[in-house]
T-cell receptor, first 112, second 109 residues
Framework: NAGVMQNPRHLVRRRGQEARLRCSPM?????VYWYRQLPEEGLKFMVY????????ESGMPKERFSAEFPKEGPSILRIQQVVRGDSAAYFC??????????FGPGTRLTVT | RKEVEQDPGPFNVPEGATVAFNCTYS??????FFWYRQDCRKEPKLLMS???SGNEDGRFTAQLNRASQYISLLIRDSKLSDSATYLC??????????FGAGTTVTVRA
């Protein structure tokens, strides 16, 4: 997985709470993609970030979701006021030399 | 129309059998193609890239047909460990990948 790390691996939140998901690409990689996978569905692109910049957030829901990739530290996907429909696996990925992507182990968010 | 479409299966095959399946893509400008495998909702892992001339990696063979806009994956001498969901992935030549929903393969003893 090219050393892509995500934490937490499992996260349980009650409706209305905030969820923060973290992704650390391997050192030297400055591009991060976030994907969501709902139960029994395929991967859906959410956002593409480079250090300190959001390049493409066309897959992000308009409300409650935000992402950042600061100069120092991991990329953060933040979901405010979670609802049951946010329960999913969230994967981040970084790119290889030929547009292939390498994924972290994912964070499984459960909203109760 | 979805950018990438796959037969969801499942393909249930005995050990040692050959299994093959396709996916179709809608964007004729697509540049790069990949097969990933995903086990039990774990992270997708790159299985192989797909080249215009077709390519093999051990028991796995991938083919690309640009004219008909489909790619295929063939698995020979199936092993129990090949049981997984196989994701067809297409890149337009920019930074974004489009994922199929996956084809489930189950290899039985």
């Amino acid at each position: 997985n090219a050393g892509v790390m995500q934490n937490p691996r499992h996260l349980v939140r009650r409706r209305g709470q905030e969820a923060r998901l973290r992704c650390s690409p391997m050192k030297g990689h400055s591009h991060v993609y976030w994907y969501r996978q709902l139960p029994e569905e395929g991967l859906k692109f959410m956002v593409y970030l480079q250090k300190e910049n959001i390049i493409d957030e066309s897959g992000m829901p308009k409300e409650r979701f935000s992402a950042e990739f600061p100069k120092e530290g991991p990329s953060i996907l933040r979901i405010q006021q979670v609802v049951r429909g946010d329960s999913a696996a969230y994967f981040c990925a970084t790119t290889g030399e030929s547009y292939e992507q390498y994924f972290g182990p994912g964070t499984r968010l459960t909203v109760t | 129309r979805k950018e990438v479409e796959q037969d969801p299966g499942p393909f249930n095959v005995p050990e040692g059998a050959t299994v093959a399946f396709n996916c179709t893509y809608s964007n004729s400008a697509s540049q790069s193609f990949f097969w990933y495998r995903q086990d039990c909702r774990k992270e997708p892992k790159l299985l192989m890239s797909v080249y215009s001339s077709g390519n093999e990696d051990g028991r796995f063979t991938a083919q690309l047909n640009r004219a008909s806009q489909y790619i295929s994956l063939l698995i020979r001498d199936s092993k129990l460990s090949d049981s997984a969901t196989y994701l067809c992935v297409v890149n337009r030549g920019d930074y974004k990948l489009s994922f199929g929903a996956g084809t489930t393969v189950t290899v039985r003893a």
